[in-house]
């Protein structure tokens, strides 16, 4: 009988021990899986900061490239109707001087 109760002592204090070491393994698990989410969260941010300042510059950049080549265009365009009056005014003035002779 005492024989018993001391065997089943025993295994009543590896069970606790199993107990123990499982709850600490899932405690561990549980703060590693904190740890990952934190760092997860902290890149989130990061990336939420980060990405809409760099698209913010790519967009300035973009957009005062699109202003420089209006602007270019604008005198492109400007010398080409001026060439085409004064084409168009020297054809006119042409007709002008052949129906008067």
Do not use: C
């Amino acid at each position: 009988d005492h024989y018993l109760d001391f065997k089943v002592e025993k295994l009543k204090n590896e069970l606790e021990k199993q107990l123990e070491e499982s709850q600490e393994a899932w405690k561990s698990t549980i703060e590693s899986y904190k740890e990952q989410a934190a760092k997860m969260k902290d890149l989130s941010e990061e990336a939420y900061e980060l990405y809409p300042k760099k698209a913010m510059v790519l967009f300035e950049d973009v957009s005062e490239q699109a202003k420089v080549q209006a602007k270019k265009a604008r005198k492109y365009i400007s010398l080409i109707a001026e060439q085409v009056t004064i084409e168009e005014g020297s054809i006119f003035l042409l007709q002008r001087r052949t129906l008067q002779s």
